[in-house]
């Protein structure tokens, strides 16, 4: 049990353009998400908190405009970056919480902005 | 100071020894305790999730946690090659709430 998916696993796209990463609990349901971002050894680093129904909680210095999370059903969570630009090329994992309050984490996705 | 500290390594270690990981904490408030391992381009996969200080076992690994010190540790027994991973501490205040990652100690086990 305790499965979380993301799709997709890798995306190459121009500078400029949008990129949308979900993120799904596959058999439970999740009132909160976490979105986090991880660059080349380096921890994984808090981006926003996503809440069934809500708008997201970002984190200091994360720009809700160009970072947009949509949590639209208990098993389905989205990260949009708008305007991608090469510097926000990273590896992006979700978490979902359960109703235990443990967090399993999704298998990430790569992200390259050319 | 970071809230949480954790040596990168890389650590390197025979097949079947005992590892020892460890994380330092700067915030008293950190009740829930997890360690994660994660192999490269993959999601962390949660190994132990323990609660205020005390130790739990599951199979090979062993956490401990020291509140009084701010320490908490992983061992790992007879340590495989399959186990040769990052493994990273995290903690919160609130059960539930976001987590605060260590930076991840790389564990090398060579048969």
């Known amino acids: 049990g305790a499965v979380v998916s993301q799709h997709p696993s890798w995306v190459i796209c121009k500078s400029g353009t949008s990129v949308k990463i979900e993120c799904r609990s596959l058999?439970?349901?999740?009132?909160?998400m976490f979105w986090y971002r991880q660059f080349p050894k380096q921890s994984l680093m808090l981006m926003a908190t996503s809440n069934e129904g809500s708008k997201a909680t970002y984190e200091q210095g994360v720009e809700k405009d160009k970072f947009l999370i949509n949590h639209a059903s208990l098993t389905l969570s989205t990260l949009t970056v708008t305007s991608a630009h090469p510097e926000d090329s990273s590896f992006y994992i979700c978490?979902?919480?359960?109703?235990?309050?443990?967090?399993?984490f999704g298998p990430g996705t790569r992200l390259l902005v050319l | 100071q970071k809230e949480v500290e954790q040596d990168p390594g890389p650590l390197s270690v025979p097949e079947g020894a005992i590892v020892s990981l460890n994380c330092t904490y700067s915030n008293s408030a950190f009740q829930y305790f997890m360690w994660y391992r994660q192999y490269s381009r993959k999601g962390p996969e949660l190994l132990m999730y323990?609660?205020?200080?005390g130790n739990k076992e599951d199979g090979r690994f062993t956490a401990q946690v020291d509140k009084s010190s701010k320490y908490i540790s992983l061992f790992i027994r007879d340590s495989q090659p399959s186990d040769s991973a990052t493994y990273l501490c995290a903690m919160s205040v609130q059960a539930g709430t976001a987590l605060i990652f260590g930076k991840g100690t790389t564990l090398s086990v060579s048969s």
């Open positions: 323990t609660y205020s200080s």
């Open positions: 978490s979902a919480r359960t109703s235990q309050e443990t967090q399993y």
């Open positions: 058999d439970f349901q999740a009132t909160t």
